[in-house]
């Protein structure tokens, strides 16, 4: 997607990583015209972990960037002049589940689906498509250019509100100038795309419902290291509060919304027979990753470490006591995954468009 969009785009920067200095002072150096921020693998940098002082800055710029108006203050060395940048920039930002919310409020998330084994399509080549692309953004920049008083004119008849119509405005206002045709196209994307950011925001507080769930039951669980996959729905099932949604999910549905946080289940011999279950360890795990409430109380920020941690690092303690202190210490600084909406586990990647 962002190799498509390359193409087309004004003044594309693409990065993987960057500093943030770097990328004000390179919005500000492209004047009246900015440039498009193209951020792949942006799921490196907006982890599900702790947020770093990185992650914080990059979003702010890309917050505060939506719309004109907004600087970025510095206070430049050695004179300790104070100097303000212009962040307003185009951005395309592609990302492996969810971002954070203020990013995808400001966006059109498009999201994209595993190809399937029965799906043809033509292969793509970055290089025969350049010289197609770039015919085809040329006559966009004439197209803008020549129609730009126009289409600033325009004040079009919305089917969405507030901030989606922020976004929307100026593709249905760019959609004029092709007739009455693409207007309802527009308008019909619109609603199209609006509605499915809503449910699948409505599918990831079904699995962070689901994870409190279990954790409301199983807390105080005293009967083994692992519970039944069907033993965990009807101990949901018992607690009225839960009865609606171990019964709208059911056994498979259950799996395949825990399995976004990481938690799978398996097989577990009983006796002569073997029965699929979850490792109660791996459930304590989701719940101190991904629940609020999971945070230490006493910086409200660090999570604690998840008992299968403990344990394993109780092992290395006994093992190779000289090394475990070094050990804790770098396993902080990797990026845990977020997972992707309840309802859409077979998506591969996320791009954001912001207009």
């Known amino acids: 997607m962002l190799e498509v969009l390359s193409l087309l785009v004004n003044d594309p920067v693409r990065f993987a990583d960057v500093s943030v200095p770097y990328l004000f002072r390179r919005i500000e150096k492209a004047g009246d015209t900015p440039p498009t921020l193209m951020l792949d693998e942006a799921d490196a940098i907006f982890s599900a972990g702790r ?138 994307a619109a609603i199209t795309m609006v509605e499915q950011a809503r449910e699948d925001e409505s599918s990831a507080n079904v699995g962070l419902a689901l994870l409190e769930a279990t954790r409301e039951v199983l807390n105080s669980y005293r009967d083994g290291a692992w519970i039944g996959s069907v033993q965990l729905v009807e101990a949901l099932s018992k607690v009225p509060e839960y009865r609606d949604l171990a019964s709208a999910l059911g056994v498979a549905g259950v799996a395949r919304v825990l399995r976004l946080y990481g938690v799978r289940p398996a097989n577990h011999r009983v006796g002569e027979s073997v029965r699929k279950g979850y490792r109660l360890v791996d459930l304590r795990d989701a719940w101190m990753r991904y629940l609020p409430s999971a945070l230490s109380p006493a910086t409200g920020a660090t999570p604690l470490l998840p008992q299968r941690d403990q344990e394993e690092a109780a092992t290395r303690q006994a093992t190779h006591p000289l090394r475990t202190a070094t050990h804790e210490a770098n396993r902080g600084q990797g990026n845990a995954e977020h997972p992707a909406a309840a309802s859409v586990s077979h998506i591969e990647e996320v791009t954001h468009v912001r207009s």
């Open 51 to 188: 947020p770093s002082e990185r992650s914080e800055a990059l979003r702010g710029i890309l917050n505060t960037g939506f719309q004109r108006g907004f600087v970025y203050g510095r206070v430049e060395k050695p004179n300790n002049q104070l100097k303000e940048y212009r962040v307003f920039a185009l951005a395309a930002i592609a990302s492996i589940g969810a971002l954070p919310d203020t990013i995808e409020d400001r966006a059109i998330v498009l999201t994209m689906r595993r190809r399937s084994g029965t799906e043809l399509v033509e292969q793509f080549r970055l290089r025969d498509a350049g010289e197609y692309l770039a015919v085809v953004r040329h006559r966009l920049h004439r197209l803008l250019t020549d129609h730009q008083d126009e289409i600033a004119g325009v004040r079009p008849e919305l089917p969405v509100e507030d901030r989606a119509a922020d976004l929307w405005e100026p593709l249905v206002a760019v959609a004029h100038l092709a007739g009455d045709e693409w207007i309802n196209r527009a308008w019909t």
